[in-house]
């Protein structure tokens, strides 16, 4: 038995496992394009936006292209791995297969920040658009009835009250009065951990309807705003510069700065990797559901970017939550305003419902692999999904995302990304070197340019792009995750009791 510094898991036994610990397949590669797209466009385009703009100004379209390229690579790399071994676990399972197992579980480990402190942001920026459809109910003359309205520490988490700086280095104190709960955030985690509980392909269906919506908003958005598109508000392309300044609130600004935020737009296509398992034909439809759903995405997003930019100067919408509402009532066009936000309000949550099954599905598989107490890896007869691991997921979900700001979130979970995006680029060279005669239904094209750029791409927008604090929070993060590891995982893993599946 190799030590757990070395040991890896064996490709070929991957995918085989005990009865009741062996999920179903029963996707298709729609379902997996609906996955992506479900995932990918949400939060970042609806509600970061208007963070991104404040880093970067108009220069946020090199922000978002630049990311935009680098996470193609990344899935380029993904395709690769996932039609090769077709497991679930994402680059949790792809780490163990080439890297070994204490990459492995520092991957895993860093995944939960990607799933499910990504799927916390995402309900805390559904939140901003549900305050603004109660809002407007409340106030509605075509309404007969008024609904009530949250008070703001109800709708506004604990530790958005003071920058999570000052509050660490004791220069601010909570203030419960402003902010105490985000009641939305936390209901909408909830609804989606009980819709995702009832099984994976009756989630999966109910996500193709909603990701419908949820583009046919953006493109209401891009057909009513483009008329009004002005070149001059493009001016200055870099307000902020190009780099990454830190600033006194925590922040980086300038272009790749918001890079390092928008990033946690693009992610997403990941969790399509996660389902592999579930999926009738893995070695086909993966590859169209990682690469066919990023590169709509990328179309998408650069698109709703510039058509913003241009329909209304970036200052008007900057740190807004809801900012393409903002626009859409600016150009005086409030019931377009409204279809938006209640579009928002329906088909957002698929990205949840993603990242929360993404999440559910690592847990598994690390407890399958005996890295997690192995009673987590126990699937329902019926509906051959892990009901109370998801169930237990999203209540964890909802904490985080009922107490912490939408910024801090978005930055850590990007963190997580970038640590599993560099872990699965090289899988890829690891295995290419070690085992090249191995069948690969889907090569990565130009590999030795796309897979290293991809690790140093991610790296350097780690290191320059994100905050010093959230470098901070990812070591202790880290260092919490391994030493669990050493004290559990490491002996008590499949492994090191000389098992394989």
Request: overall charge neutral; aromatic content about 10%.
């Amino acid at each position: 038995m190799a030590n757990f510094l070395t040991r890896t898991k064996s490709i070929d036994l991957a995918t085989t496992h005990a009865a009741d610990k062996q999920l179903k397949p029963t996707l298709s590669w729609p379902h997996l394009i609906a996955l992506g797209v479900g995932a990918i466009v949400g939060t970042g385009i609806y509600t970061l936006t208007g963070i991104a703009a404040a880093l970067a100004g108009p220069g946020m379209i090199f922000s978002f292209l630049l990311c935009g390229v680098l996470v193609l690579t990344a899935a380029l790399c993904y395709a690769e791995m996932a039609t090769m071994v077709p497991a679930s676990g994402s680059a949790f399972t792809y780490s163990y297969t080439a890297l070994g197992e204490t990459v492995a579980w520092i991957i895993g480990w860093a995944l939960v920040l990607e799933y499910a402190v990504g799927a916390a942001a995402v309900a805390v920026g559904w939140s901003g658009h549900a305050n603004e459809f109660l809002h407007w109910a409340h106030t509605s003359p075509s309404l007969p009835f008024h609904t009530p309205l949250l008070p703001d520490n109800l709708t506004t988490g604990l530790f958005a009250s003071a920058p999570i700086l000052d509050l660490v280095q004791g220069k601010a104190h909570v203030d419960m009065s402003k902010a105490f709960l985000d009641i939305p955030a936390m209901f909408i985690v909830l609804v989606v951990t009980g819709l995702l509980a009832l099984g994976t392909r009756e989630s999966a269906t109910v996500n193709i309807v909603l990701v419908t919506i949820k583009l046919a908003a953006l493109v209401m958005f891009v057909v009513i705003a483009a008329p009004y598109f002005d070149a001059h508000y493009l001016k200055p392309i870099a307000p902020m510069g190009w780099g990454a300044t830190p600033h006194a609130d925590g922040r980086n600004y300038g272009i790749l700065g918001a890079a390092g935020l928008v990033f946690f737009a693009f992610y997403g296509f990941d969790a399509v990797s996660t389902a592999a398992e579930e999926t009738k034909r893995p070695e086909r439809d993966m590859t169209i559901g990682i690469v066919g759903s990023m590169f709509v995405c990328t179309i998408i997003y650069i698109g709703v970017a510039i058509t913003a930019l241009g329909a209304m100067y970036y200052t008007g919408w900057a740190d807004d939550r809801i900012p393409l509402v903002t626009i859409l009532k600016h150009l005086n066009s409030p019931q377009a305003a409204t279809w938006l936000t209640v579009a928002v309000l329906v088909a957002v949550p698929t990205v949840i419902l993603v990242l929360l099954y993404g999440q559910s599905r690592i847990f598994f598989v690390m407890s399958r692999d005996g890295l997690l107490p192995e009673g987590f890896s126990k699937v329902n007869p019926k509906t051959k999904t892990p009901i109370a691991l998801t169930l237990g997921t999203g209540v964890l979900v909802a904490l985080v995302a009922g107490t912490v700001p939408l910024a801090d979130i978005g930055v850590l979970a990007n963190a997580g990304t970038l640590a599993a995006f560099i872990a699965v680029a090289l899988s890829v060279i690891v295995l290419r070197l070690k085992q090249p005669d191995r069948k690969r239904v889907f090569k990565t094209p130009l590999v030795w340019v796309t897979a290293p750029l991809c690790v140093v791409g991610c790296a350097y927008l780690f290191i320059v792009g994100l905050p010093h604090l959230t470098h901070m929070l990812f070591l202790v993060w880290g260092g919490i995750g391994l030493a669990f590891y050493l004290l559990y995982g490491a002996w008590r893993s499949k492994l090191a009791r000389g098992e394989q599946g």
